[in-house]
């Protein structure tokens, strides 16, 4: 029960990535978006990924694992349409 | 020394949201930023919490916690600078 809790909460947090994710590929505006945020981001994932190997944690393992991804696809739309 | 870099990776990732914080006070620009991001983000956040209330894990907690404040002061800039 608070696997399935901790499977959910890494679903919505991981997918909230996805809406800003479209917007930055549909508009080509990444103006606003902080740069710093991102990386900062994807380093604490990263520590986050390894916190969940460390720790047998499935739920922090694979919402940190997707999150990355999407993270790092923002990075590059942020570089790309500055 | 796992709970050190959980607390770690706690304050990396919330502190990640200080940049955005700072460039959308600065710039007043946040039209590049998804408000569905935010919105689900803080959903997310909530349950994370509520995950490291039953896990007593207390990175995830205290992570959470600070991120759900970082997060929703991001939503009050989108709303009033749109």
Redesign the interface.
């Known amino acids: 029960m608070?696997i399935l809790?901790?499977i959910?909460?890494?679903?919505?947090?991981?997918?909230?990535?996805?809406?800003?994710l479209?917007?930055?590929w549909r508009?080509r505006?990444?103006?606003?978006?902080?740069l710093?945020?991102?990386l900062?981001?994807d380093?604490?994932?990263i520590?986050?990924f390894?916190?969940g190997i460390?720790?047998n944690d499935l739920?922090?393992l694979l919402a940190n694992g997707v999150a990355f991804i999407l993270s790092t696809t923002i990075i590059i739309l942020k570089i790309r349409y500055k």
Chains 1, 2 share one sequence.
């Open positions: 608070i809790l901790g959910v909460a890494g679903i919505i947090t991981t997918s909230s990535f996805i809406p800003q479209v917007k930055s508009t505006h990444t103006k606003d978006l902080s710093p945020m991102y900062t981001l380093l604490g994932i520590l986050w390894l916190y460390l720790t739920p922090v």
